[in-house]
């Protein structure tokens, strides 16, 4: 399924994530029937792990030569194993990821445990790249260091072709929200400007370093509640906001 949002053209790129963003651009742009196997590690929420597989998976769709391409969880993988397990059709399965070019499996630290799935991972991933396929694995390296993974799995991540993806520094945060602010802002009777909003966008940043949806979701929240209130943002709207949100328990949405 093919996902417009997500593309190389509107990946922000930073010192933290730029090494990341030229690896998974290598893999889309490869040949077909070049091997591949890269490994995104990143390094919390948010920092752009999902936006380089579909990006991957646009360029792929996109492209002259094509391809058979496909980005699935790996929670999504186990409910698939899983159902082909009980209804005994696990070749069938095994049929339908042979016939990849390219593999994406992203949050593949949510397999920490789950020994079955991984071998069968595993399998299957073996399989495509000794056929001259290309896979790319995405995991959240902060949990996966905590975390038990099989061997085989683990010397995907320790030996395979592994590339970091850092949150962005203040200006990548910064220009992130002029995107996000351009999506959110779209069809609305109101005029947003970025640069009329620079000292609100800049204080969201500064606010929030490490988690890049909560970062978007602030600018979200703050936009919602302007359009309710017929009112503009400024930097005392995003502030209150941000005030209500430390006040709350974990959990808790608002």
């Known amino acids: 399924m093919r996902k417009e949002n997500y593309t190389f053209d509107n990946f922000v790129i930073s010192d933290g994530n730029k090494e990341a963003c030229l690896a998974a651009k290598h893999v889309a742009s490869g040949s077909s029937g070049q091997p591949a196997f890269l490994c995104i590690c990143g390094g919390g929420p948010g920092t752009g792990k999902t936006h380089l597989l579909r990006a991957i998976e646009n360029e792929i769709i996109g492209s002259c030569e094509g391809g058979q391409v496909r980005y699935v969880t790996a929670d999504d ?8 397990l009980k209804d005994e ?27 079955t799935t991984q071998e069968e991972l595993f399998f299957i991933l073996k399989e495509l790249y000794g056929s001259g396929k290309k896979v790319v694995l995405a995991v959240d390296s902060e949990k996966a260091r905590t975390l038990e993974y099989g061997d085989k799995l683990r010397e995907h991540f320790e030996y395979g072709n592994a590339v970091t993806l850092n949150a962005p520094d203040l200006d990548g945060r910064v220009r992130i929200l002029e995107n996000k602010l351009t999506e959110l802002t779209a069809g609305s009777r109101k005029s947003y400007a970025a640069d ?18 909560r970062l978007t979701g602030a600018l979200a929240r703050a ?10 943002i400024n930097r005392e709207l995003a502030k209150d906001l941000f005030d209500k949100e430390d006040c709350l328990p974990d959990g808790a949405v608002i």
């Open 77 to 84: 993988f186990t409910s698939e194993l899983i159902a082909a």
């Open 196 to 213: 009329d909003l620079r000292d609100v966008l800049e204080y969201i940043a500064e606010k929030e370093s490490t988690d890049m949806r």
């Open 89 to 115: 059709k696990k070749e069938e399965l095994y049929k339908k990821y042979r016939e990849l070019d390219v593999l994406l499996v992203d949050d593949v630290h949510t397999l920490a445990g789950r020994n």
């Open 223 to 232: 936009v919602a509640c302007a359009e309710l209130l017929d009112q503009e």
